[in-house]
């Protein structure tokens, strides 16, 4: 018989006004894509070794000692399937795995990614096929204890010696110890290794290498080689987050990735036009899928959250109320916290899609298309994993205090999350190298130049006349996309003018450097940035009202639109209002609206987050099962909590007891 949990989720299910079938589809790119995900993912799930039910009652060594054997597992499974590396079926099949929790994963992206992309065709055909049989495993080695985004400031060298034809790698000093490189504290055998080149004394820079770490036998470190993992973290515990530090270590001349600069035998030199601008090509892949990334965690927390809300009953919306207790859903407040997140998952995902194919396409001797892109992942990288983590945590605490247990999924999620705001650059870097791409378009623009791409928008707005509203605001304009997507533009755009209007002030300052002015007006660009980011986000989004969808369906996606770009309003108004693109009187027109879609969007919320279909198997949340039978499953989870294998618990005999039986 049915929980009484399972019959309020049940009704709401029956409130759906959309084809569901019709939404899944549409997540997964069409009806035949996602017959095959779901085909993958139902082998990968009733796989006993690839399940996660024990993932909530791991240790640290038995996470990593797990994930280990998973590993393994989903590599024989892979070879079994016959499924081909970087293929559709292959990105369902390690998403379904959960991939970013192995201990191997790095081998076969960023890792394989720096090889093929840095190395010349002869190194790319025999070190990525090592590294896709798994003959060797390798990590990508870049940042160190006291660097990270900065890439010029890295520590680390690699000495070439004419007379052995050799590169001597070192660790100068204790901040040039490379550090956070997952997989590389106890699994890899090889690093793809950024390090300062030196010939004949001269710097020449940051380069790639590649460095056997491990024996290949025995596993052991290598001589010379300082290697381990760095403990325990926030989250991502079962993959081996390493240190790395190197004493006189040779490596033969065709160690360096060649695709881009070479190192003749008698020590010269040769380098292509694009070298600088590659360097950062493995960072810009990485970036490039984030978006869609932080979409899908989004999906799950809200997936959680939202389940849990239509089931959970408290209290009355009317005083003196008898009879069943009021939903929290039903509360507007509840509704205010989940529903921009449910946007915001809609969002990531359908702007992170279109990003990852703009990379696919990228032609990398396109020095402009490069930079353009960089600016535009550093933006939006930044910006979603803020609004991600933000969103998570909203998600947990709208749980209660169920939320706070690990048994809601919650935690785990947030874990993953906080840990993407750190990878791949830090939030205030990212934005300031944003801002470079942007003041070169600014002096584009200045100059009679055509921007193109993501930042042509930047032409119209800075052109319009100062102070003028982008739109006549009130109720009807404010709720069209088109609308909202041109404040956001126009915002970006002064907000842009503005930085540079305070750069330009402290450049004129005699006292200051060009540096020193930079970092004074650092604050405006890291907001330029961020609003650029913003309008990428709104922008983007705003494009599903073109997707060919029913309807029904096609109105509420527009609807998400609608609220996210409200929503972002709220969220920055002294941004909107600063620039002119909003007057006073609307913001409370705007809150307004909110609440509309709010209204809106309630009877179809359930149904929704049914839509990313996900499964219970890989959610491994008692609050957000399919079922919705929340309370029988925290007790499930409870009862099979180890502490609880025995009535009384190890220690109490030892340590207690003889406390409890002395006198004072």
Same mark, same amino acid.
Not at 22 to 50: S, T
Not at 357 to 384: G, I, M, N
Not at 503 to 530: H, M, T, V, Y
């Given at each position: 018989?049915?929980?009484?949990?399972?019959?309020?989720?049940?009704?709401?299910?029956?409130?759906?006004?959309?084809?569901?079938?019709?939404? @899944? !589809?549409?997540?997964?790119?069409?009806? @035949?894509?996602? @017959?095959?995900?779901?085909?993958?993912?139902?082998?990968?799930?009733?796989?006993?070794?690839?399940?996660?039910?024990? $993932?909530?009652?791991?240790?640290?060594?038995?996470?990593?000692? %797990?994930?280990?054997?998973?590993?393994? %597992?989903?590599?024989?499974?892979?070879?079994?399937?016959?499924?081909?590396?970087?293929? &559709?079926?292959?990105?369902?099949?390690?998403? &379904?795995?959960?991939?970013?929790?192995?201990? =191997?994963?790095?081998?076969?992206?960023?890792?394989?990614?720096?090889?093929?992309?840095?190395?010349?065709?002869?190194?790319?055909?025999?070190?990525?096929?090592?590294?896709?049989?798994?003959?060797?495993?390798?990590?990508?080695?870049?940042?160190?204890?006291?660097?990270?985004?900065?890439?010029?400031?890295?520590?680390?060298?690699?000495?070439?010696?004419? &007379?052995?034809?050799?590169?001597?790698?070192?660790?100068?000093? *204790?901040?040039?110890?490379?550090?956070?490189?997952?997989?590389?504290?106890?699994?890899?055998? /090889?690093?793809?290794? $950024?390090?300062?080149? #030196?010939?004949?004394?001269?710097?020449?820079?940051? /380069?790639?290498?590649? =460095?056997? #770490? %491990? /024996?290949?036998?025995?596993?052991?470190?290598?001589?010379?080689?300082?290697?381990?993992?760095?403990?325990?973290?926030?989250?991502?515990?079962?993959?081996?987050?390493?240190?790395?530090?190197?004493?006189?270590?040779?490596?033969?001349?065709?160690?360096?990735?060649?695709?881009?600069?070479?190192? &003749?035998?008698?020590?010269?030199?040769?380098? !292509?036009?694009?070298?600088?601008?590659?360097?950062?090509?493995? $960072?810009?892949?990485?970036?490039?899928?984030? =978006?869609?990334?932080?979409?899908?965690? *989004?999906?799950?927390?809200?997936?959680?959250?939202?389940?849990?809300?239509?089931?959970?009953?408290?209290?009355?919306?009317?005083?003196?109320?008898?009879?069943?207790?009021?939903?929290?859903?039903?509360?507007?407040?509840?509704?205010?916290?989940?529903?921009?997140?449910?946007?915001?998952?809609?969002?990531?995902?359908? =702007?992170?899609?279109?990003?990852?194919?703009?990379?696919?396409?990228?032609?990398?001797?396109?020095?402009?298309?490069?930079?353009?892109? !960089?600016?535009?992942?550093?933006?939006?990288?930044?910006?979603?994993?803020?609004?991600?983590?933000?969103?998570?945590?909203?998600?947990?605490?709208?749980?209660?205090?169920?939320?706070?247990?690990?048994?809601?999924?919650?935690? !785990?999620?947030?874990?993953?999350?906080?840990?993407?705001?750190?990878?791949?650059?830090?939030?205030?870097?990212?934005?300031?190298?944003?801002? %470079?791409?942007?003041?070169?378009?600014?002096?584009?623009?200045?100059?009679?130049?055509?921007?193109?791409?993501?930042?042509?928008?930047?032409?119209?707005? #800075?052109?319009?006349?100062?102070?003028?509203?982008?739109?006549?605001?009130?109720?009807?304009?404010?709720?069209?996309?088109?609308?909202?997507?041109?404040?956001?533009?126009?915002?970006?755009?002064? $907000?842009?003018?503005?930085?540079?209007?305070?750069?330009?002030?402290?450049?004129?300052?005699?006292?200051?450097?060009?540096?020193?002015?930079?970092?004074?007006?650092?604050?405006?660009?890291?907001?330029?940035?961020?609003?650029?980011?913003?309008?990428?986000?709104?922008?983007?989004?705003?494009?599903?009202?073109?997707?060919? *969808?029913?309807?029904?369906?096609?109105?509420?996606?527009?609807?998400?639109? #609608?609220?996210?770009?409200?929503?972002?309003?709220?969220?920055?108004?002294?941004?909107?209002?600063?620039?002119?693109?909003?007057?006073?009187?609307?913001?409370?027109?705007? /809150?307004?609206?909110?609440?509309?879609? *709010?209204?809106?969007?309630?009877?179809?919320?359930?149904?929704?987050?049914?839509?990313?279909?996900?499964?219970?198997?890989?959610?491994?949340?008692?609050?957000?099962?399919?079922?919705?039978?929340?309370?029988?499953?925290?007790?499930?989870?409870?009862?099979?909590?180890?502490?609880?294998?025995?009535?009384?618990?190890?220690?109490?005999?030892?340590?207690?007891?003889?406390?409890? @039986?002395?006198?004072?």
């Amino acid at each position: 018989m049915a929980s009484h949990q399972s019959r309020l989720l049940e009704a709401e299910r029956k409130r759906c006004s959309f084809d569901l079938q019709e939404l @899944k !589809h549409y997540q997964y790119g069409g009806e @035949k894509e996602y @017959k095959l995900a779901k085909k993958i993912e139902g082998i990968v799930l009733r796989d006993p070794v690839l399940r996660q039910d024990d $993932m909530h009652f791991l240790s640290f060594q038995q996470g990593y000692q %797990r994930g280990l054997q998973r590993s393994r %597992r989903a590599v024989e499974l892979m070879r079994e399937l016959k499924i081909e590396h970087g293929s &559709t079926r292959a990105a369902y099949f390690w998403s &379904t795995v959960e991939s970013e929790s192995l201990p =191997v994963m790095l081998n076969l992206n960023m890792f394989e990614h720096a090889l093929r992309t840095q190395g010349n065709e002869e190194q790319s055909a025999y070190w990525v096929l090592l590294a896709r049989d798994f003959r060797i495993i390798g990590c990508y080695a870049q940042t160190e204890l006291g660097h990270g985004s900065f890439v010029r400031g890295l520590e680390t060298t690699a000495e070439y010696d004419r &007379t052995t034809k050799e590169f001597i790698l070192n660790t100068p000093t *204790l901040t040039g110890m490379k550090w956070w490189a997952g997989n590389m504290g106890k699994t890899s055998t /090889h690093a793809v290794v $950024m390090a300062r080149l #030196l010939l004949a004394g001269s710097d020449h820079g940051i /380069h790639m290498f590649i =460095v056997p #770490l %491990r /024996h290949p036998d025995t596993h052991e470190p290598l001589p010379g080689i300082n290697v381990g993992d760095i403990g325990p973290k926030l989250g991502y515990n079962p993959v081996d987050n390493g240190f790395l530090g190197f004493s006189n270590v040779r490596v033969p001349r065709t160690s360096k990735l060649m695709r881009y600069s070479e190192v &003749t035998p008698d020590g010269r030199l040769v380098s !292509h036009a694009q070298a600088k601008k590659a360097i950062y090509g493995t $960072m810009l892949f990485t970036r490039s899928i984030l =978006v869609q990334l932080q979409g899908q965690r *989004l999906s799950k927390a809200i997936t959680i959250a939202m389940r849990y809300s239509a089931v959970r009953q408290q209290g009355f919306i009317e005083s003196g109320e008898t009879g069943a207790e009021t939903a929290v859903l039903d509360y507007v407040s509840q509704q205010y916290l989940l529903f921009p997140v449910l946007a915001s998952a809609f969002a990531f995902q359908h =702007v992170g899609n279109a990003m990852r194919q703009t990379y696919e396409r990228l032609d990398p001797k396109q020095t402009d298309q490069v930079q353009e892109l !960089h600016a535009s992942s550093s933006c939006l990288k930044a910006l979603t994993a803020f609004i991600t983590v933000k969103a998570i945590e909203t998600c947990r605490r709208a749980c209660g205090g169920h939320g706070y247990s690990r048994f809601s999924g919650l935690p !785990h999620i947030y874990e993953f999350g906080a840990a993407a705001e750190i990878y791949e650059g830090d939030a205030l870097v990212l934005y300031l190298q944003a801002a %470079r791409h942007l003041m070169k378009a600014m002096r584009t623009i200045q100059s009679g130049g055509v921007l193109k791409g993501s930042i042509k928008y930047l032409s119209h707005w #800075l052109s319009a006349a100062p102070g003028s509203s982008p739109i006549t605001t009130g109720v009807d304009t404010l709720a069209d996309l088109t609308v909202l997507s041109n404040i956001f533009e126009c915002t970006a755009a002064r $907000m842009l003018s503005n930085a540079a209007d305070k750069l330009n002030f402290f450049l004129g300052q005699a006292d200051l450097s060009p540096a020193q002015a930079w970092n004074k007006a650092a604050p405006w660009l890291i907001r330029a940035s961020e609003a650029h980011g913003e309008a990428l986000l709104v922008v983007g989004f705003a494009s599903i009202a073109d997707v060919k *969808l029913s309807r029904p369906l096609r109105r509420l996606m527009k609807t998400c639109a #609608l609220l996210y770009s409200l929503w972002r309003i709220e969220q920055n108004t002294m941004f909107f209002l600063e620039t002119g693109t909003i007057t006073p009187a609307d913001v409370q027109t705007i /809150h307004g609206l909110v609440m509309e879609q *709010l209204a809106i969007l309630r009877p179809d919320v359930v149904s929704l987050v049914d839509g990313f279909d996900l499964p219970d198997a890989l959610l491994q949340s008692a609050l957000g099962a399919q079922d919705g039978d929340v309370y029988t499953r925290l007790y499930d989870f409870a009862k099979r909590e180890p502490l609880n294998k025995t009535e009384v618990a190890d220690g109490i005999h030892e340590f207690l007891k003889p406390l409890m @039986k002395s006198r004072i």
